[in-house]
T-cell receptor, first 113, second 116 residues
Framework: ETGVTQTPRHLVMGMTNKKSLKCEQHLGHNAMYWYKQSAKKPLELMFVYNFKEQTENNSVPSRFSPECPNSSHLFLHLHTLQPEDSALYLC????????????FGPGTRLLVL | EDQVTQSPEALRLQEGESSSLNCSYTVSGLRGLFWYRQDPGKGPEFLFTLYSAGEEKEKERLKATLTKKESFLHITAPKPEDSATYLCAVQRDLRHSGAGSYQLTFGKGTKLSVIP
C-alpha cells in the first residue's frame, strides 16, 4: 500500500448505528486530518492530529469522535448520525501540521438513512 | 477570516481549446497556495504549491501562476482526461496574523469538462 488509504470506501448506516472509518498513511507523516466534503460546499476541516495529539476541533458535533492511536492511523467513530451528515469523508496527512502540502486518501462515501 | 473564491463554477472546453481557471483569495499573510485535482468519487490529488507572488509552476498541460490577490491555473490544449474538479486552497502564515492555525481554506472548485 502506498499513500493514504481509507476503509470502507462506501458506508450506509441508520441513524441509530455505530460505525467507524479508518485511515492509514504510508508516507511517514506526523500530522493527520479529517475533512467533510458535501455537494456544492468547500472541504470542511473537522479534526487535526499532530504527533498523535489532537490540535484542532472545528466545532464538530460530538456524534463524531476521532481517535489517533499512532502517527500512521486515524479513526473516525460515528454514532447517532443525522441524514445531513451524509457526505464524502476525506483523510489527509502531512509531514507535520505546519508543513504545507497535505496528501489525501480516496475518501469514504457515507449515506445516513 | 480567510476566503477563497474560484471561478467559473463550471467550464466546458473543446479538446485543444486552452483556457484559465481563477482563484481569488483573501488571507492575512499567505504561507502557501495549493492546487488540487479531484476526480468524481475520489480524494483530491496534489498538483502545485505556490509560495510567493510571481511564482509559476508547470506540469504537463497545466501551469499555475500567483499574484498577491489571485492565482490562475492555465490549461493548454486540454484533453478529455483533464476533465475533473480543480480545487484551490490557501494556508495562512501565522507570523503575520499571530493567531489561528495552519489549516487550509478551500474554494468550492471549478468543474472542468473537456469534450472530444
Amino acid at each position: 500500500e502506498t499513500g493514504v488509504t481509507q476503509t470502507p470506501r462506501h458506508l450506509v448506516m441508520g441513524m441509530t448505528n455505530k460505525k467507524s472509518l479508518k485511515c492509514e498513511q504510508h508516507l511517514g507523516h506526523n500530522a493527520m486530518y479529517w475533512y467533510k466534503q458535501s455537494a456544492k460546499k468547500p472541504l470542511e476541516l473537522m479534526f487535526v492530529y499532530n504527533f498523535k495529539e489532537q490540535t484542532e476541533n472545528n466545532s464538530v458535533p460530538s456524534r463524531f469522535s476521532p481517535e489517533c492511536p499512532n502517527s500512521s492511523h486515524l479513526f473516525l467513530h460515528l454514532h447517532t448520525l443525522q441524514p445531513e451528515d451524509s457526505a464524502l469523508y476525506l483523510c489527509a496527512s502531512s509531514q507535520d501540521r505546519a508543513r504545507r502540502t497535505q496528501y489525501f486518501g480516496p475518501g469514504t462515501r457515507l449515506l445516513v438513512l | 477570516e480567510d476566503q477563497v473564491t474560484q471561478s467559473p463554477e463550471a467550464l466546458r472546453l473543446q479538446e485543444g481549446e486552452s483556457s484559465s481557471l481563477n482563484c481569488s483569495y483573501t488571507v492575512s499573510g499567505l504561507r502557501g497556495l495549493f492546487w488540487y485535482r479531484q476526480d468524481p468519487g475520489k480524494g483530491p490529488e496534489f498538483l502545485f504549491t505556490l509560495y510567493s507572488a510571481g511564482e509559476e509552476k508547470e506540469k504537463e498541460r497545466l501551469k499555475a501562476t500567483l499574484t498577491k490577490k489571485e492565482s490562475f491555473l492555465h490549461i493548454t490544449a486540454p484533453k478529455p482526461e483533464d476533465s475533473a474538479t480543480y480545487l484551490c486552497a490557501v494556508q495562512r502564515d501565522l507570523r503575520h496574523s499571530g493567531a489561528g492555525s495552519y489549516q487550509l481554506t478551500f474554494g468550492k472548485g471549478t468543474k472542468l469538462s473537456v469534450i472530444p
